[in-house]
């Protein structure tokens, strides 16, 4: 549903300007254009007066119904949908999955899939035509294509394909390295390839590093970082904040045996010149050439 053009339309059929299809609804004429460039969207109740005002048929919204990209409840109408936390509606979500900006707290398909059939129960929805088998068997066909969970399946799975580039309490092997990026002290993006110490998800990655090493000091200056882990068919890119851990305990816990015991470290894991990095992400970038998936967004 391509909200945007849909109301531009209206506004056009109307012969009114953006100023004066702003004054019927008593909106701002920006709040009009925002609409028709997709940069926002209307609230229910705007959209609701726009399809009384103009006598538009919601249809003419809906003419190839939606489905909300997490449940895949049908979107008919604009009571259908979710709002965000400004009141205005979302396009990709039901009123029942998303509300004040927030998808509801459902973890997995599986949980999504009994949280659906239950709610049909309550409301009787079953029939000797239509039965509780044929809903499961089309929830378990369709979640797993929708925005929320191929989401969710591109963040798993880039989570065990970072986990298995970290040391994680084992041994360096060849394939545990990837890409920081930092500004150096110029305000140059300068990048260099580093060994991940542990991850937990994609959420939060440790390294392990000297004190007076260059990245230390583009830390200290500004610490923000990109992370990029590749391979010839994956690309994970994660932007986010990084910091400087210095205490025993936790270099203890997240780095790894061989960096103690390099000989820029004599007092090993307790030298004081041996820092780890936490990097926590804010935003990812997924691609995975074997399936064509690409999925990106802010944690």
Known sequence: ????????????????????????????RQAVSRWETGETTPTIDTLKSMFEFFNVNPSHFFEVSPICQSCSMPLQNPDDLGQNHDKSVNLDYCKYCFGDGQLAGI????????????????ENYFTAEFTEQDEREHLIKTLPTLKRWKRIAAINRAKEFIKN?????????????????LIDLDGYPTSATITPAKSDGIETIWFGTSLDSNKARRIKKKPKASICFNSPD??????????????????KEVLYEEI?????????????NLIALKFTTKRFDIWFGDTESWEKGKL
């Not at 398909?109 to 129960?121: G, N, P, R, S, V």
């Open 234 to 251: 994956v690309n994970i890119s994660l932007v986010g904040d990084i910091e400087i851990v210095s205490d025993f305990t936790t270099k």
């Open 165 to 181: 580039r970290c040391v994680n309490g084992g041994t360096v092997n060849n394939d545990a390295y990837c890409t920081i990026s």
């Open 107 to 122: 973890s997995s398909i599986e949980e999504m899939i009994e949280t659906t059939i239950e709610a049909m129960k309550a």
């Open 1 to 28: 549903m391509n909200l945007a053009l849909k109301i531009q339309d209206v506004r056009k059929s109307s012969g009114l300007s953006q100023g004066k299809f702003a004054n019927k609804l008593f909106v701002t």
């Open 260 to 272: 103690s015991k390099m000989p820029y470290f004599p007092q090993g894991m307790a030298d004081p």
